[in-house]
């Protein structure tokens, strides 16, 4: 071990592991890419005002969980706690809902940086895939990013995870059920922390997970009973789509989500086997974030998929990822020699496009047998002093164990055939 350790509340991704994660990457990537979302890649620190303004001043994320701090030149920046600021921020600097073409359809990949207190599925370090479409009001929009979270669930083999759904009404309808909700909550008994955030952000007290505040909460006013008609009829399309598109949800008339932007259609993908951090990605419409940050009128609506809990949760369900092995030819040389000449071959395969590994460091015939197994390649080349003065090498067939000799010369058409 060396005298440093990966920072608290973080982890290192290693393989075979690692190899996990990109699969969920690439899976919930791929539903994306194939409805129109091309790829976004923004720093991993922004001004900090962009997320005070945009997931606001008063959430757990801005007040307590962001990582700011003030560079050497003055600026004052913050990790990034999540995408969607960001996205939307770089979406209007490259003026790219100018062009034309409404929705913007965009998807990204990256980390992302929370000061939480962590367990298990909470981490301070933690990797996201996120889509975000911006510049359209249309309920089909919402629909086809929670069918496409569902289609990415399970093509990774996951079923045991529900999608919560809720409105959040608009700038019409909330400030009134805001005021109703209010009134409740100052009759409540509540400790001070609690009654001052019911004052400043009454919407987030429904969010809190103790069960003698939530005890009181039972007979709370519902948004639901405030929405104007614009958003109940809204609302109603986006559950007609979702339903006719089979996929099930649950109405979950007191989600509300820790980030201040959102705005009608709100949802929550849970997994019922992670234990409190059930959450495996979440999402809804914001369609006042942009001119929250000094942009023009642009509805929009997305999510971000966790990673580390979708990891989590395919653990929790038993599934095992099927892994294509990464190397599918394993040459092993024996004597200096054939070192060279295995060495060329190996270069000339992976030209070729074909996986290939090299047993490195002059091991002997039974330990390259070990690491070409270990490889999970299907082939693999052996090549002795004696192959080098016939002109062959012998090939193996990992899985059936049938071994055969064939022209040094012959090698990559060989292997080009057998494996296509
Ligand atoms: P969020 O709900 O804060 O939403 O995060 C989305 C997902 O990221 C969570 O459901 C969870 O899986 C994962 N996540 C969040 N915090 C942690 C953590 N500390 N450790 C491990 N995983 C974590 C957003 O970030 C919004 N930007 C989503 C969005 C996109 N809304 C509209 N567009």
């Known amino acids: 071990m060396s005298t440093f350790q990966a920072p608290k509340g973080t982890y290192d991704l290693l393989p ?145 995870f529900r999608i919560l759904l809720n409105s959040l009404g608009d700038k019409e309808c909330r400030p ?28 987030r007290v429904l969010d809190d997970k103790r069960a003698d505040v939530q005890k009181q909460l039972t007979d709370a006013p519902l948004l639901r009973d405030y929405l104007c008609d614009a958003c ?25 989500r820790g980030l201040d932007y959102y705005t009608r259609t709100t949802f929550e993908f849970v997994h019922d086997g992670l234990g409190s951090q059930s959450a495996v990605g979440g999402g809804g419409r914001y369609d006042g974030l942009s001119e929250m940050i000094g942009g023009p009128a642009l509805p929009s609506v997305g999510w971000a998929l966790g990673v580390d809990r979708t990891v989590l949760a395919l653990e929790a369900e038993g599934v095992e990822l099927e892994l294509p092995a990464a190397t599918s030819v394993f040459a092993v040389p024996l004597g200096e020699g054939a070192r060279r000449l295995l060495f060329a071959k190996v270069t000339e395969l992976r030209k070729v496009g074909i996986a290939a590994d090299f047993a490195f460091g002059g091991k002997g015939l039974k330990a390259a047998m070990k690491a070409a197994n270990r490889s999970g390649a299907r082939y693999a080349l052996v090549l002795g002093e004696r192959d080098i003065a016939d002109g062959v090498v012998q090939l193996k067939d990992m899985e059936s164990g049938e071994q055969v000799a064939i022209g040094v010369n012959e090698i990559v058409a060989e292997l080009e055939v057998r494996l296509s």
Do not use: C
């Not at 409540?188 to 952000?201: K, M």
């Not at 109940?232 to 509300?256: C, P, Q, S, W």
């Open 176 to 203: 009134v059920y805001r005021a109703a909700l209010q009134d409740f909550l100052r009759g409540l008994d509540l400790d001070e922390d609690t009654l001052a955030r019911a004052e400043i952000n009454p919407l």
């Open 16 to 160: 075979p592991d690692s190899a996990k994660y990109l699969a969920v990457r690439e899976a919930i990537a791929t539903p994306l890419r194939d409805s129109g979302y091309g790829y976004v890649e923004t720093p991993g620190f922004e001004n900090v005002e962009l997320f005070a303004r945009g997931v606001g001043e008063s959430t757990d994320i801005v007040t307590k969980e962001m990582y700011a701090f003030e560079t050497k030149g003055g600026d004052r920046l913050a990790l990034r706690p999540e995408g969607t600021a960001s996205v939307l921020r770089a979406a209007l600097e490259a003026n790219l809902h100018k062009a034309g073409n409404l929705p913007v359809k965009l998807w990204y990949s990256g980390s992302y940086y929370r000061y939480e207190r962590p367990q298990k599925g909470r981490y301070r370090h933690f990797s996201q895939v996120g889509a975000e479409a911006i510049g359209a009001e249309d309920p089909a929009l919402d629909a086809e990013l929670i069918i496409l979270a569902d289609q990415a669930y399970r093509s990774l083999g996951l079923r045991n």
């Open 232 to 256: 109940k009829a809204y609302h109603v399309e986006v559950r007609e789509l979702i339903t006719a598109a089979g996929v099930a949800f649950e109405d979950d008339l007191k989600l509300v």
